[in-house]
């Protein structure tokens, strides 16, 4: 039972326009929610998280939306940059994020010059 | 400030052979956490500590996987016999561990194993 679900493995956007990846739960207990950024051969790095009592934040060209009654997030990346592209994972957690994170399958974005 | 180390990098086995992974997480960290990447899938949680407490490891197959973190710093994970499908990337990760706070984990770089 896949609780974290992104739904498009991949997207291409041009540079300096919008990237907007999508995330959707199903478990209701999830009360936190993060974005990692993962280079190949690498591990994933934090980008942003929000918690369940927002419905936005913003940290410079990141914002995460949280909208809990469809039990959907989105990460928007404005302007891209070709050193965004990399695959993106978005995780949850019951608790206050030192617990278990549940991971959804990633989605490949490739910002094309 | 240094991040989550881990080595091996890579390691190749043949099966049924014994392999251990090594992790020091960040410095201060109390909480450290081992997760298993399969190729195309997200990170699953295996187990994790809370100083030298192990307080989830309801996902770690014990019956061949083990793992300690003598002293609340480096952690080992071992598998002993390897099979065929425990080919996949072994992340380690750590966070402060303050109770009540949400915090994040920083993921050190993994190891990949490939057993044949």
């Known amino acids: 039972d896949q609780q974290v679900k992104q739904n498009s493995p991949s997207l291409s956007v041009q540079e300096g326009r919008i990237s907007i990846l999508n995330c959707d739960y199903t478990?209701?207990?999830?009360?936190?929610f993060l974005w990692y950024k993962k280079y190949p051969a690498e591990g994933p790095t934090f980008l942003i998280s929000?918690?369940?009592?927002?419905d936005k934040n913003e940290d410079g060209r990141f914002t995460v939306f949280l909208n809990k009654s469809a039990k959907h997030l989105s990460l928007h990346i404005v302007p891209s940059q070709p050193g965004d592209s990399a695959v993106y994972f978005c995780?949850?957690?019951?608790?206050?994020?030192?617990?278990?994170?549940?991971f959804g399958t990633g989605t490949r974005l490739t910002i094309i010059p | 400030e240094a991040g989550v180390v881990q080595s091996p990098r890579y390691k190749i086995i043949e099966k049924k052979q014994p392999v251990a992974f090594w992790c020091n997480p960040i410095?201060?960290?109390?909480?450290l956490y081992w997760y298993l990447q399969n190729l195309g899938q997200g990170p699953e949680l295996l187990i994790r500590?809370?100083?030298?407490?192990?307080?989830?490891d309801s996902q770690l197959p014990k019956d061949r996987f083990s793992a300690e973190r003598l002293k609340g710093v480096d952690s080992t994970l071992k598998i002993q016999p390897a099979e065929l499908g425990d080919s996949a990337v072994y992340l380690c990760?750590?966070?402060?561990?303050?109770?009540?706070?949400?915090?994040?984990?920083?993921f050190g770089p993994g190891t990949r194993l490939l057993v044949l």
């Open positions: 990760a750590s966070s402060l561990g303050q109770q009540g706070y949400q915090e994040t984990q920083y």
């Open positions: 478990n209701s207990m999830f009360d936190y």
């Open positions: 500590y809370e100083n030298e407490e192990a307080v989830d």
């Open positions: 995780a949850a957690s019951e608790g206050f994020g030192n617990e278990k994170l549940t």
């Open positions: 410095s201060g960290h109390n909480t």
């Open positions: 929000i918690s369940s009592i927002k």
